[in-house]
């Protein structure tokens, strides 16, 4: 349970990070996109992948900044994580409220 309020707590640091690191995907694959072999990569696969690599690099990085061990789990939950990212940079906030909204309501 004190897991639970922690993260209810931090909700808008981790809504910022997920928008600092969709913004980052989105920059790096409007950059990226035009350039030699990734011309040929469509653009959502191109965001995916991007996504998840930064995100756990963003992870790891954290980490060793705070000087703590990674688990296995931990990794696991920063793809999850590059995965929402990767949603928020390809179809945008709207998309992702109303996701939350209608499975939200069954989930009570």
Same mark, same amino acid.
């Given at each position: 349970?004190?897991? #639970? &309020? @922690?993260?209810?707590?931090?909700?808008?640091?981790?809504?910022?990070?997920? $928008?600092?690191?969709?913004? =980052?995907? @989105?920059?790096?694959? &409007?950059?990226?996109? %035009?350039?030699? =072999?990734?011309? +040929?990569?469509? /653009?959502?696969?191109?965001?995916? =992948?991007?996504?998840? %690599?930064? /995100?756990?690099?963003?992870?790891?990085?954290?980490? &060793?900044?705070?000087?703590? @061990? #990674?688990?296995?789990?931990?990794?696991?939950?920063? #793809?999850?994580? $590059?995965?929402? =990212?990767?949603?928020?940079?390809?179809? $945008?906030?709207? +998309?992702?409220?109303?996701?939350? /909204?209608?499975? %939200?309501?069954?989930?009570?």
């Amino acid at each position: 349970m004190d897991i #639970i &309020q @922690s993260v209810i707590a931090n909700m808008t640091i981790i809504l910022a990070i997920i $928008g600092t690191l969709a913004f =980052v995907v @989105s920059v790096v694959t &409007q950059v990226i996109k %035009g350039v030699g =072999v990734f011309s +040929k990569v469509p /653009t959502d696969i191109l965001v995916f =992948v991007l996504s998840i %690599g930064i /995100t756990v690099a963003a992870f790891v990085a954290y980490m &060793q900044y705070i000087q703590t @061990s #990674i688990l296995w789990y931990m990794i696991l939950a920063a #793809i999850i994580a $590059g995965f929402i =990212v990767a949603f928020v940079a390809m179809y $945008g906030w709207e +998309k992702l409220s109303e996701l939350w /909204t209608r499975f %939200g309501k069954d989930v009570k």
